[in-house]
């Protein structure tokens, strides 16, 4: 039975955009129809029939989210986006299903387009980039724990773009900034760093459970914080942490301060967001910094 309906779900996503509109007109799907590749974007489900849930397909990730009712349409917002370095630019779909009663399936065009990143070439010691036995152990272990918090599936939303700047800095390295270290090139940087004295107030970009805290090998002190429907805030650096696992803390909480912990190599903040475990671009979610310093 479980195979039968696989089967179908299959031949509905392999018909043409305008046929599967006319059989699913009740399930609407809204989306930008080109981004660029690392940036997050909103997709928006909407339907006029009493589903109290549907099922989101992106990327080889599925999120299931309840619809909620207003003006007598059921509908729902998702962030979703993609990540440097890991995906290609090109057509990508997004996939919607009802869960209950009468089974409908839609699909939204996706174009991803490239897009040119800087790139920083370094020289250091091979001793700084090389890691030990040890050292390769607990990278692993540190890896197993931040898949974990990103894995995060709540349900609940308590997001609402723009996001808050958790501190107000200077950008001294970008999303997607190109790192080749001693020739070899290394994984693109995958969030935004602001230069900032040690000590300063870390705030919390929006409302959230905090999901992880702790000391990491290259990501030193850090704070992981789940703002529901897998997007996931993540602090690096930090010089001490001031929330705990499990709390909950608002929009603009300071939850730790500033520092240079981990592989860095003077105080800053590394900032991140994950949605639906793509790590992507934050600036496009956040608001204008002059708007910011008004707070």
Same mark, same amino acid.
């Given at each position: 039975?479980q195979?039968?309906?696989?089967? %179908?779900?299959?031949?509905?996503?392999?018909?043409?955009?305008? @046929?599967?509109?006319?059989?699913?007109?009740s399930l609407?799907?809204?989306a /930008?129809?080109? @981004?660029a590749?690392g940036?997050?974007?909103?997709v928006?489900?909407?339907?006029?029939?009493?589903f109290?849930? +549907?099922?989101?397909?992106?990327?080889?990730?599925v999120?299931?989210?309840?619809l909620?009712?207003?003006?007598?349409?059921?509908?729902?917002? %998702?962030?979703?986006?993609?990540?440097?370095?890991?995906?290609?630019?090109?057509?990508?779909?997004?996939? @919607?299903?009802?869960?209950?009663? @009468?089974?409908?399936?839609?699909?939204?065009? +996706?174009?991803?387009?490239?897009?040119?990143?800087?790139?920083?070439?370094?020289?250091?010691?091979?001793?700084s %980039?090389t890691?030990?036995?040890?050292?390769?152990?607990?990278?692993?272990?540190?890896?197993?724990?931040?898949?974990?918090?990103?894995?995060t599936?709540? +349900?609940?939303?308590?997001?609402?773009p723009?996001?808050?700047?958790?501190?107000?800095?200077d950008?001294?390295?970008?999303y997607?900034?190109?790192? %080749?270290?001693?020739?070899?090139?290394?994984?693109?940087?995958?969030g935004?760093?602001?230069?900032?004295?040690?000590g300063t107030?870390?705030?919390?970009?929006?409302?959230?459970?905090v999901?992880l805290?702790?000391e990491?090998?290259?990501?030193?002190?850090?704070v992981?914080?789940?703002?529901?429907?897998?997007?996931?805030s993540?602090?690096?650096?930090?010089?001490?942490?001031?929330?705990?696992? =499990?709390?909950?803390?608002?929009? =603009?909480?300071?939850?730790?301060?500033? =520092?240079?912990s981990?592989?860095?190599?003077?105080s800053?903040?590394?900032f991140?967001?994950?949605?639906?475990?793509?790590? +992507?671009?934050?600036? /496009?979610?956040l608001?204008?910094?002059?708007?910011a310093?008004?707070?």
């Open positions: 039975m195979a039968k309906l696989l089967l %179908i779900l299959a031949c509905l996503l392999s018909l043409p955009g305008n @046929v599967l509109a006319r059989q699913s007109a609407q799907v809204s /930008p129809e080109r @981004v590749i940036d997050p974007f909103s928006w489900v909407r339907t006029e029939q009493s109290s849930a +549907v099922e989101i397909s992106w990327l080889g990730e999120f299931r989210i309840p909620h009712q207003s003006r007598g349409s059921h509908k729902r917002e %998702i962030i979703l986006g993609t990540q440097v370095g890991k995906d290609e630019p090109g057509t990508h779909w997004i996939g @919607v299903r009802t869960l209950e009663g @009468v089974s409908l399936v839609q699909k939204w065009k +996706v174009r991803v387009e490239s897009k040119d990143f800087p790139s920083q070439h370094l020289t250091l010691p091979e001793e %980039i890691l030990s036995e040890s050292q390769l152990k607990r990278y692993k272990k540190d890896k197993r724990a931040i898949q974990a918090a990103l894995d599936r709540s +349900v609940k939303r308590y997001w609402s723009p996001l808050r700047w958790p501190a107000l800095g950008i001294t390295s970008t997607g900034l190109g790192r %080749i270290l001693n020739d070899k090139p290394r994984s693109p940087h995958t935004i760093d602001l230069a900032l004295p040690s107030p870390v705030r919390a970009t929006e409302t959230g459970r999901i805290t702790g990491f090998l290259f990501e030193g002190r850090a992981f914080i789940d703002h529901g429907r897998g997007l996931v993540m602090y690096f650096h930090l010089a001490s942490i001031g929330a705990k696992d =499990g709390q909950m803390v608002a929009r =603009g909480e300071v939850i730790g301060r500033c =520092g240079d981990g592989r860095s190599t003077g800053h903040l590394h991140g967001l994950s949605a639906l475990d793509r790590l +992507v671009n934050p600036l /496009p979610l608001r204008e910094q002059d708007a310093r008004a707070d």
